[in-house]
Structure formats: structure tokens, C-alpha cells
């Protein structure tokens, strides 16, 4: 095992092609190409989430495949990855995403991998999660149910379920 490393290591400080430490005393301009090719496979930095401040109001349905934060009011459906509902925010519809943290009001359906409800939370509705966490004073008025994949359970199924029994 020790005696391959000393041939690889001779042949990589006489070949070009590969590159060797920045001490070696190759020119910059040939170990610039590997750092792109490095930078392109390396994972692009998460951006922050989008932010809807106190001062608006929506009516319509968000759909984002990143992080969302309200602060305002929103009436109509939102899906994300991760959603934060601000203390002084209200949203009116269901909420789906993977976590969900309410700080502030949400009246509907709230569905996520992981949901947490906040001290100051307040929740009518039913929560579909996968798990959950409930702060002494967060105020809730629904039902929970547990499912191992919560975001995919849709009340067309359960409608269909049903009529199908009947």
C-alpha cells in the first residue's frame, strides 16, 4: 500500500494534467481550472427566505420551492419547503410544506413533515404531520392526525375513500 502512494506521488508532480498543493511551484493558471470545475459540482449556498412583511395582504396561493416567512395576511393556500407564519401574521387556507413553525394565526389545514407550534400560535384547524411540537400556551382547535408522509394526503383521497365505502 505504502509502496503505490510513492509512484502516484512522482507522477503527479511531473504530470500537468493533475493538479498538485499551490506549494509545488506550478503556475496559477493551471490549477484555476480544477477550482471551477470544483465550484460547479460543489452545492450552490441556500438562499434566504422570501419575506412578506406586515404591511401586506394577499389573496391568491404561494407555491415556492424555497423557505417563505409572512408576516402579513395572506387568504389562500401556501406550499414550501420550509414555512415561518410570523407572530403578528394570519393566513387564511391550507399550509402545506416539510416544516412549518406558526408563531402567529392560521386558520385551516396545516400539513408538514415537521410542525411546530409556537408559544404564541394560534391554530383552527387540522394538523397532518409526520411530528410535531406544541409550546405550552400555543392555542389549537382542530384535530391531529400522524402520517408517515403527510404532504402527499389530500382530502380528495379521503373523499374518494369514503364515497368508494359507501
Known amino acids: ?21 499551490p506549494n509545488s511551484g506550478q503556475p496559477i493558471s493551471q490549477s484555476k481550472p480544477t477550482a471551477v470545475i470544483d465550484s460547479a459540482s460543489a452545492p450552490k449556498p441556500k438562499a434566504g427566505p422570501s419575506v412578506l412583511s406586515s ?6 396561493n404561494l407555491v415556492t420551492t424555497g423557505d417563505i416567512q409572512i408576516e402579513g395576511t395572506l387568504e389562500g393556500d401556501i406550499k414550501a419547503q420550509l414555512l415561518t407564519v410570523g407572530e403578528s401574521a394570519t393566513v387564511k387556507g391550507e399550509v402545506v410544506a416539510d416544516d412549518v413553525v406558526v408563531n402567529g394565526r392560521v386558520v385551516g389545514c396545516v400539513r408538514g413533515l415537521k410542525v411546530r407550534l409556537t408559544a404564541t400560535a394560534r391554530v383552527e384547524g387540522d394538523v397532518i404531520h409526520k411530528t410535531i411540537a406544541i409550546e405550552s400556551g400555543a392555542h389549537f382547535e382542530g384535530s391531529v392526525k400522524r402520517d408517515d408522509d403527510p404532504l402527499n394526503n389530500s382530502s380528495s383521497k379521503k373523499n374518494g375513500a369514503l364515497q368508494s365505502k359507501a
Open 1 to 21: 500500500m505504502f509502496s503505490k502512494s510513492k509512484p502516484t506521488e512522482s507522477s503527479a508532480s511531473s504530470s500537468t494534467t493533475i493538479p498538485s498543493p
Open 55 to 60: 404591511d401586506l395582504n394577499i389573496k391568491g
